[in-house]
């Protein structure tokens, strides 16, 4: 708990440092750029994709479980560069995970619609890739996860202030199984 308030505190930070830094030149400039265009603050969005689990298993012994998902994602872009958000992810199937054991028994994890929220830091450095990092927890009638979300989302910029995107994404679900993700979807900005 220690580790997710520090990381939470250190974000905050850096948020606070990366505005701090931004200034204009001329007065004249920051005029002209709220008269021609708004800097949109939020973003909501939906995904659908597929989540890879190495580990798992289906009833016929494939090494690799492709489940379907849903994604509903909001951020909050500070600035251009850098913004904050809540993505969940949605499994739309039950799974088995079966892991051999320390002793080398195999253990089954089995999990029943999870839910995976988690809050993203997210980097922006260009136009058109977004980088992502942050933590949460998946959610299942068994047990619940701690996880760490690693993501990268190409988007292209639509009318009307909407974006279609795809993304790839990493989670690692400590003492359980890895699972990765690779989604497509549209989003809004407002």
Not at 63 to 72: F, N, R, T, Y
Not at 165 to 176: C, L, P
């Amino acid at each position: 708990m220690k580790n997710i308030l520090l990381f939470f505190i250190l974000l905050q930070f850096a948020a606070y440092s990366t505005y701090a830094q931004e200034h204009e030149d001329n007065q004249d400039t920051e005029m002209e750029f709220e008269e021609s265009e708004t800097f949109e603050h939020h973003q909501i969005g939906a995904m659908i994709g597929h989540a890879h689990i190495y580990q798992g298993h289906h009833a016929e012994g494939k090494d690799w479980l492709v489940v379907p998902m849903v994604s509903l994602n909001y951020n909050y872009w500070i600035n251009e560069t850098w913004g904050v958000g809540l993505h969940t992810d949605f499994i739309l199937e039950t799974y088995e995970v079966h892991e051999e054991g320390e002793d080398g028994e195999v253990e089954i994890l089995e999990r029943e619609l999870p839910i995976a929220p988690a809050l993203m830091a997210a980097y922006k450095p260009g136009e058109h890739f977004t980088f992502m990092l942050g933590v949460g927890e998946e959610f299942a009638k068994e047990e619940d996860l701690f996880l760490i979300r690693g993501e990268v989302e190409y988007s292209l910029e639509l009318p009307k202030a909407f974006e279609l995107g795809a993304a790839i994404g990493y989670d690692v679900r400590f003492d359980a199984y890895d699972s990765w993700v690779l989604a497509l979807g549209v989003s809004k900005l407002f």
